[in-house]
């Protein structure tokens, strides 16, 4: 299966748009006006959190549009998903010992089983990365993105989300002396 089409607001700022290879074909023709959350605060927080984080600045990019709004709504929901395995993993532990019955009724012994939530939350991590990868929100896809001086939402976006925003750790090979 090829890789999908970059968009071209993404070649245009990186530099690398040609129209002789790229063509004429539309840009993002989507409206990305009428766009609001679908969560309910009360009930999904985590998916209205998320996507109240991410929302304005893929917007601002362009890169969150009436086409790409199912996407956006499902990574949304990947992450409430993750988050609720996630606590179940930590109040049941990885492994279960569920009781085994004979006919009766009666319990016979236990049976070691996975939790099934280690599972969920390894395909949500999993459908999340690539979501992320589609709204070019993963280290890798950030650092390919090189900024023009002439583009100042995609250097506001780095600089909230890439310096101050979020605590960036970086490990330094020991050197031996």
Known sequence: MPRPRKPLEILKLEGTYRKDRHGDRQGNVFSTDEIECPFDP???VVAWREWHRLAEPLRTLGLLTSA???????YCNLIQQKVHADMDITERGVILELPITNKEGDVVGTKTVKNPSVKVSNDCARLIRSFLGEFGCTP??????????????????????????????????????
């Open 42 to 44: 009360k009930k999904e």
């Open 68 to 74: 790409s709004y199912q996407a956006f709504v499902c």
């Open 140 to 177: 890798s896809t950030l650092a390919r993105v090189s900024v023009k001086k002439d583009a100042p939402a995609v250097s506001a976006f780095k600089k909230k989300y890439l310096s101050g925003g979020a605590r960036v750790i970086q490990f330094k090979p020991k050197t031996s002396e």
